[in-house]
Nanobody
Framework: QVHLVESGGGLVQAGGSLRLSCAAS????????LGWFRQAPGKEREFVGF????????LYADSAKGRFTISRDNTKNTVDLQMNSLKPEDTGVYYC?????????????????WGQGTQVTVSS
């Protein structure tokens, strides 16, 4: 089991950057695929990206490609989401997630563990 806590959200102007961090407890951190999802007001939670267990590979939603980067440090049990060139449509609550699975990792149901979320607001 893993417990996830996000931090780093806030208010930023369009075009700006934010770095979200997620700290995890548990002794088997490196056994999890780590993902980020977000949920805008009135919308369903959507996939942002995930990073593999070793940190060697990552996959992003089309909306995040080229602007967002996920990294992880298995020695510190942390995973970060660097967001650049932010747009108002990036506004939402961002969630850190962990999965023991190997398939359908762009889908919510692949993830059993979720953080409480951190608010990101991008003003125009």
């Amino acid at each position: 089991q893993v417990h996830l806590v996000e931090s780093g959200g806030g208010l930023v102007q369009a075009g700006g950057s934010l770095r979200l961090s997620c700290a995890a407890s548990g002794r088997t951190f490196s056994s999890y695929v780590l993902g980020w999802f977000r949920q805008a007001p009135g919308k369903e939670r959507e996939f942002v990206g995930f990073i593999g267990r070793s940190g060697a590979g990552a996959l992003y939603a089309d909306s995040a490609k080229g602007r967002f980067t996920i990294s992880r440090d298995n020695t510190k049990n942390t995973v970060d989401l660097q967001m650049n060139s932010l747009k108002p449509e990036d506004t939402g609550v961002y969630y850190c997630t962990a999965s023991t699975g190997i398939t359908r990792l762009t889908e919510l149901k692949a993830y059993a563990y979720w953080g409480q979320g951190t608010q990101v607001t991008v003003s125009s």
